[in-house]
């Protein structure tokens, strides 16, 4: 058995943080049918208060958390109906992103979850600052930079009860083109699947164990 560690993951935080001023280059008009429509993010909203403490905001914001560790076999298949809803809180996430709803966002996420996501807008006066506006005051990205959604596939459960799924998705605000594929990992918290972790593959892991060059 194996373990894998992650060399880096996408700087999420800092894309969801994109404006109408950003600058990015996609042809598309918005008529992509893998666009997940702002409009479908429409959980009840977590309250910014809530949030703004989880992450320090009004304070010296927190520190980085420790990134996770894969063990392979991930985990055994879950059946269809929740295989269903799994896909659908993966769907309404990115809604939310494109909304730019940190609070609808954070509704879908567990205490974990939103630290893991935002943690990054709490490294400087600035970006905490930024942040706090961004709760009180949701700033959508322009059409052509909307992520897409590629496909969410593989959902199965591990031992310790969590859901994962690989979700693959087009960002047109990431460095790097093309798609990528993150590891979502979901909480059961009473009776809702809710974003615990996350883990980007686009750059790849190496073995644990692996000497360095």
Do not use: H
Not at 134 to 141: E, Q, W
Not at 180 to 187: K, M, P
């Amino acid at each position: 058995m194996k373990v894998w560690r992650t060399l880096a993951m996408v700087p999420l935080a800092t894309l969801l943080l994109a404006g109408p001023a950003a600058a990015y280059q996609d042809e598309n008009d918005g008529s992509n049918p893998r666009v997940v429509s702002p409009e479908e993010c429409v959980a009840e909203p977590r309250s910014g208060d809530e949030i703004a403490s989880l992450l320090g905001l009004e304070g010296e914001g927190i520190r980085p958390p420790a990134l996770p560790t894969i063990t392979a076999p991930l985990g055994e298949n879950l059946g269809s109906a929740q295989s269903v809803e799994i896909k659908e809180a993966a769907r309404e996430i990115l809604a939310c992103f494109n909304a730019g709803d940190i609070s609808r966002a954070s509704a879908l996420m567990t205490d974990n979850g939103v630290i893991r996501t935002y943690w990054q807008l709490t490294e400087t006066p600035e970006l905490r600052g930024t942040a706090l506006e961004r709760i009180s005051t949701p700033s959508p990205r322009p059409a052509p930079a909307q992520i897409r959604l590629v496909t969410v596939t593989d959902v199965s459960v591990l031992p310790d009860g969590r859901a994962i799924a690989f979700v693959v998705i087009n960002d047109p605000l990431a460095p790097q083109p093309g798609p990528e594929t993150l590891l979502f990992y979901f909480q059961n918290q009473d009776g809702r699947w809710l974003l615990d972790e996350w883990v980007d593959f686009s750059i790849a892991a190496i073995p644990a164990e692996a000497p360095a060059s």
